[in-house]
């Protein structure tokens, strides 16, 4: 195996751990009304969730009965991890219960969570944060470039937090990124039978599953399609159907599941639950929400020290810069739709009555376009100099430190006070060591050893040691490759000018 597959498989083997080390509070309101869509539909086969309603306030009514407020994309990818976990625990113990009528949801509804969120945020975190490395190796980055925006990506952006919950934010923007990952590779190749089929309709139903995820993915997606449809205008008309038609039913075979879902609750397949949200009545106004975006809402998402992005990852201050080089190698149609998702989720998050996200640490609804900006920083690192490298590794070092306080204290905190939310609320719980959000095997193994009796903040050790030494092999790896060119025959034929397939 080559370097560049053996360094694949220990950044998933860094970032699946990290992501499993924790799990956020698995009782708040927006992961409840997930799962327990997902346990009624394991048990009775139904989409309602009466039996939860007192728990959550993230719900919808209709007709007498309750159901989700969100879309049902996560709660639909975790029956399969839901079911064994269940499977699990009714061969094991007699009497399981997901709800009791004095504490609300149990420990075993908790051990559900726990299997779901592996499987759904966090895998979709670890292949996004691949994506990302092979796509920068296929831009003409490093391997250096591409280690680093990958793990910029993984552990230096509340990514890794949200990775750790069961919200939809990262499985969201993972579809859409590997959506767009999968469009480049065709649009970056020769004409391929085989593979464009696959990945056509590999690109069409990423895109679509982003929508059952999260509805306002639904632009972004149309926004890659139209990218993808401008860049292969000079294709021949055969290949251009060879790639279109199997998309097309990707997208409509995996859109299915939304649409069915809406019709079976309420007669009509565009019908969103979000209109009948009990409890958030300003959802009902203007589109679900949605006014004029408001300038101080969007000056407080990038810059305030309570929810400004850039103090939740200062590294992606870096990003801007890295776009110029992006546009200057060439690929301007990327840089376009990189830019312009970002400006969308910032227009959208800023004209939602809800812009907060309620219990959320940091701008949680900026998420998904996290992985679209870390991607050219692997370019900016690739053509640095030692200064600016050493400039990088600062930020990156406290972008990192940053969101290990995050995942380690709260990714739903409820922070009233306007003051800076570091300085005011995180260090002192992280500092204080109670509580941390550790996952339910990382918990056991603690709990059966020497370091049960100290400050829980210790637990960290054993990750930070874990990360610290793959993080090691990686750079052995990359310097005892040195020039070893990782570019595919495509690659170099695209470099030598003999590919005739453009990109923008």
Not at 79 to 101: F, T
Not at 123 to 129: E, I
Not at 267 to 291: C, H, N, Q, R, W
Request: hydrophobic fraction near 50%.
């Amino acid at each position: 195996m080559n370097a560049k597959y053996r360094i694949a498989i220990i950044l998933a083997i860094m970032l699946a751990v990290s992501y499993g080390y924790f799990l956020q509070n698995p009782l708040n309101w927006n992961s409840v009304p997930r799962l327990a869509l997902t346990i009624s539909i394991i048990e009775n086969g139904s989409l309602t969730i009466d039996r939860f309603k007192d728990y959550t306030q993230d719900l919808a009514y209709y007709e007498g009965s309750y159901y989700t407020d969100k879309a049902p994309g996560m709660s639909f990818m975790a029956l399969p991890s839901a079911a064994v976990a269940r499977y699990y625990l009714l061969s094991k113990y007699k009497n399981v219960k997901w709800v009791s009528l004095f504490s609300g949801p149990t420990p075993e509804f908790v051990f559900l969570e726990q299997w779901a969120t592996v499987t759904t945020s966090g895998l979709a975190a670890v292949l996004t944060a691949l994506a990302i490395y092979f796509l920068a190796l296929r831009l003409g980055a490093g391997a250096g470039g591409a280690v680093f925006a990958a793990l910029s990506y993984g552990l230096a952006t509340p990514a890794w937090g949200w990775a750790t919950a069961f919200f939809s934010h990262t499985t969201a923007g993972g579809c859409l990124f590997l959506g767009l990952t999968a469009i480049y590779y065709m649009l970056d190749s020769r004409a391929c039978k085989k593979r464009d089929v696959l990945l056509g309709f590999a690109s069409g139903a990423l895109l679509s599953w982003a929508v059952v995820v999260e509805l306002p993915s639904a632009p972004v997606s149309a926004m890659i399609a139209v990218y993808a449809l401008y860049s292969a205008r000079g294709w021949e008309r055969e290949r251009i159907f060879r790639v279109v038609l199997p998309a097309a039913a990707g997208a409509a075979l995996f859109i299915l599941p939304l649409l069915t879902y809406n019709y079976v609750i309420t007669g009509d397949i565009l019908t969103s639950m979000y209109g009948y949200a009990v409890y958030f009545p300003e959802i009902k106004e203007g589109f679900f929400g949605l006014a004029t975006p408001k300038v101080d809402v969007l000056t407080s998402l990038l810059f305030s020290d309570k929810y400004g992005i850039f103090w939740f990852s200062p590294l992606l201050l870096a990003a801007v810069l890295s776009l110029y080089f992006l546009w200057r190698q060439g690929r301007k149609g990327l840089t376009v739709i990189i830019t312009a998702t970002a400006l969308y989720y910032l227009l959208l998050n800023s004209s939602f009555a809800y812009w907060t996200g309620g219990g959320s640490t940091g701008p949680r609804y900026l998420t998904p376009m996290l992985p679209f900006l870390c991607l050219p920083i692997a370019l900016l690192w690739t053509v640095a100099g030692k200064m600016v490298k050493t400039v990088l590794l600062a930020l990156f070092g406290l972008s990192f430190a940053l969101n290990l306080v995050c995942v380690s204290v709260f990714m739903t905190l409820e922070y009233e006070k306007d003051l800076n939310i570091f300085t005011y609320a995180m260090f002192p719980l992280f500092l204080n060591g109670e509580n941390l959000q550790f996952s339910l095997p990382i918990r056991w193994l603690f709990s059966i050893s020497a370091l049960k009796s100290h400050n829980n903040i210790l637990f960290l050790i054993p990750l930070l040691l874990f990360l610290a030494v793959c993080a090691f092999y990686l750079i052995f790896t990359i310097r005892k490759s040195g020039g070893e060119s990782w570019q595919s025959s495509d690659e170099k034929a695209n470099e030598d000018g003999e590919l005739k397939d453009s990109v923008i």
